[in-house]
């Protein structure tokens, strides 16, 4: 059975920083609690529990809690009221839909001077005669019952058919405990053939697989048929369960929880067998063969930076993802990235230095960007440039004297009658364009510009 543990009770006080030793108030619904106990000695300081929705059969362990105000233990299996006298200031108290048939069981409440409010809804002691009458003569300090107020001239009437109700009260539990007796021995019955049938099972699956048996072990098609045969057999046994007519008892209502819990588990291991048995991708095939791989469906781009003679990937990852779920793996010919344990291969148009390599998240889109040096050094982009200009230097050349040409015949000589000083200028510019093995051409170009030159007056 699943108790109160410290765990528990630290994880749900949180807003108290988890110290549980001056805590007030703690909501502990919903948790599968089967036996309530510790907490009288952790928190004594309790004034709100909330314990609704659990399987918890028997109010225990919070005798102690001096200063506990209001205490909410409903949805749960408890058949009696008991153990609340040494709660002094209990002021309301919510034992909805639970299982108390001995009405008579609210006398211990008498203790309780300050409880002011109680709920009973749901419960089978709710379906006596005289209910409301017993419970408002019985706690005469309550000022609420199931949510409706006691007003003072029916609680007169109460008392003075107190004792004529208390005798019906009696002879109602009696028939109770007689059919709470049948109930309890038809589940102890259905248990233990419920136990039967699963030893029945387990004992035909072992002789099946035994060596001994003539049918020896079955082939993997017949392994598929017998996982075939059992899931449909679980989804028998699962409509036969939910579909069974059962009374509503604190047994049936265990026995459900436990259903759930034993499907759940089941689910669960399945899952884990499937996390061990990870599947397996092909990465490189047989014959050495790397292959291009997306388990994860990612956009990716790869650029070739022939300036900085390095290649760029930009996978896309996802913006939230922890850096710690992705693993970068570079080798000369091809990178590997393993996210969140699904690959992502590539193959490289050119070697590259994986040592010299990096791994960055950019800051924007939190993509993974690896920056992968080539492993060849010689740079081709400039060589490239520089060939160009050689070639293409000459009809430069030739350009510009046409348009330097051009610019002479616009000068006005009033203006600018030092013609020498400009053409001083323009060598200049031409020693400065292109490589030095070109300069000589230009000067003799020059000097033969020069003599061909015919000054015309006229011009």
Same mark, same amino acid.
């Given at each position: 059975?699943?108790?109160?543990?410290?765990?528990?009770?630290?994880?749900?006080?949180?807003?108290?920083?988890?110290?549980?030793?001056?805590?007030?108030?703690?909501?502990?619904?919903?948790?599968?609690?089967? &036996?309530?106990?510790?907490?009288?000695?952790?928190? /004594?300081?309790?004034? !709100?529990?909330? +314990? #609704? $929705?659990?399987?918890?059969? =028997?109010?225990?362990?919070?005798?102690?809690?001096?200063?506990?105000?209001?205490?909410?233990?409903?949805?749960?299996?408890?058949?009696?009221?008991?153990?609340?006298?040494?709660?002094?200031?209990?002021?309301?108290?919510?034992?909805?839909?639970?299982?108390?048939?001995?009405?008579?069981?609210?006398?211990?409440?008498?203790?309780?001077?300050?409880?002011?409010?109680?709920?009973?809804?749901?419960?089978?002691?709710?379906?006596?005669?005289?209910?409301?009458?017993?419970?408002?003569?019985?706690?005469?300090?309550? &000022?609420?019952?199931?949510?409706?107020?006691?007003? /003072?001239?029916?609680? !007169?009437?109460? +008392? #003075? $058919?107190?004792?004529?109700? =208390?005798?019906?009260?009696?002879?109602?539990?009696?028939?109770?405990?007689?059919?709470?007796?049948?109930?309890?021995?038809?589940?102890?019955?259905?248990?233990?053939?419920?136990?039967?049938?699963?030893?029945?099972?387990?004992?035909?699956?072992?002789?099946?697989?035994?060596?001994?048996?003539?049918?020896?072990?079955?082939?993997?098609?017949?392994?598929?048929?017998?996982?075939?045969?059992?899931?449909?057999?679980?989804?028998?046994?699962?409509?036969?369960?939910?579909?069974?007519?059962?009374?509503?008892?604190?047994?049936?209502?265990?026995?459900?929880?436990?259903?759930?819990?034993?499907?759940?588990?089941?689910?669960? $291991?399945?899952?884990?067998? =499937?996390?061990?048995?990870?599947?397996?991708?092909?990465?490189?095939?047989?014959?050495?063969?790397?292959?291009?791989?997306?388990?994860?469906?990612?956009?990716?781009?790869?650029?070739?930076?022939?300036?900085?003679?390095?290649?760029?990937?930009?996978?896309?990852?996802?913006?939230?993802?922890?850096?710690?779920?992705?693993?970068?793996?570079?080798?000369?010919?091809?990178?590997?990235?393993?996210?969140?344990?699904?690959?992502?291969?590539?193959?490289?148009?050119?070697?590259?230095?994986?040592?010299?390599?990096?791994?960055?998240?950019?800051?924007?889109?939190?993509?993974?960007?690896?920056?992968?040096?080539?492993?060849?050094?010689?740079?081709?982009? =400039?060589?490239?440039?520089?060939?160009?200009?050689?070639?293409?230097?000459?009809?430069?050349?030739?350009?510009?004297?046409?348009?330097?040409?051009?610019?002479?015949?616009?000068?006005?000589?009033?203006?600018?009658?030092?013609?020498?000083?400009?053409?001083?200028?323009?060598?200049?510019?031409?020693?400065?364009?292109?490589?030095?093995?070109?300069?000589?051409?230009?000067?003799?170009?020059?000097?033969?510009?020069?003599?061909?030159?015919?000054?015309?007056?006229?011009?």
């Amino acid at each position: 059975f699943l108790s109160v543990t410290e765990d528990l009770v630290r994880r749900r006080a949180e807003h108290n920083n988890s110290e549980i030793f001056s805590l007030e108030e703690i909501s502990l619904h919903q948790q599968e609690i089967e &036996k309530l106990e510790h907490l009288d000695k952790w928190c /004594r300081d309790l004034k !709100i529990l909330y +314990l #609704q $929705n659990n399987l918890i059969p =028997k109010i225990e362990n919070v005798g102690k809690l001096k200063k506990l105000e209001y205490l909410n233990v409903a949805l749960n299996n408890i058949e009696r009221i008991e153990n609340l006298e040494g709660c002094e200031e209990l002021k309301k108290l919510d034992l909805t839909a639970n299982f108390i048939g001995e009405l008579s069981s609210i006398e211990s409440l008498k203790c309780n001077i300050h409880l002011k409010e109680l709920f009973l809804v749901g419960n089978p002691c709710t379906e006596f005669e005289g209910y409301r009458q017993f419970v408002v003569a019985t706690l005469h300090q309550l &000022k609420y019952l199931d949510s409706k107020e006691i007003e /003072r001239s029916e609680r !007169i009437k109460a +008392l #003075q $058919n107190y004792p004529e109700v =208390k005798w019906k009260i009696r002879e109602q539990e009696q028939v109770y405990y007689l059919k709470r007796a049948r109930e309890k021995e038809e589940a102890q019955r259905k248990m233990q053939e419920k136990k039967d049938k699963k030893q029945k099972q387990m004992d035909s699956k072992l002789g099946f697989d035994s060596p001994d048996s003539p049918q020896g072990k079955p082939n993997q098609a017949e392994d598929g048929e017998q996982e075939i045969c059992e899931t449909v057999d679980n989804d028998d046994e699962d409509r036969r369960f939910w579909e069974e007519p059962t009374p509503y008892t604190p047994e049936s209502r265990l026995e459900t929880h436990r259903y759930i819990e034993e499907k759940r588990r089941a689910r669960d $291991n399945i899952r884990e067998s =499937k996390k061990r048995e990870k599947t397996t991708w092909t990465l490189v095939t047989a014959e050495g063969k790397v292959l291009n791989v997306n388990v994860p469906k990612l956009h990716f781009s790869l650029k070739d930076d022939e300036e900085n003679n390095q290649i760029i990937l930009d996978l896309a990852v996802y913006r939230h993802l922890d850096t710690s779920l992705l693993d970068v793996d570079v080798q000369p010919t091809y990178i590997r990235v393993l996210v969140k344990g699904k690959p992502f291969q590539l193959v490289l148009p050119e070697e590259v230095k994986p040592d010299s390599s990096s791994a960055k998240r950019s800051q924007t889109t939190g993509h993974l960007v690896v920056t992968m040096p080539k492993a060849k050094e010689i740079i081709l982009a =400039k060589q490239k440039v520089s060939a160009s200009i050689k070639h293409s230097d000459c009809s430069t050349q030739q350009k510009t004297m046409r348009s330097q040409q051009v610019e002479k015949l616009e000068v006005d000589p009033s203006k600018y009658s030092f013609l020498d000083v400009t053409r001083i200028i323009q060598k200049k510019e031409l020693t400065g364009q292109g490589p030095i093995k070109l300069q000589p051409q230009k000067v003799t170009e020059v000097k033969k510009s020069c003599v061909d030159f015919e000054n015309n007056e006229d011009v």
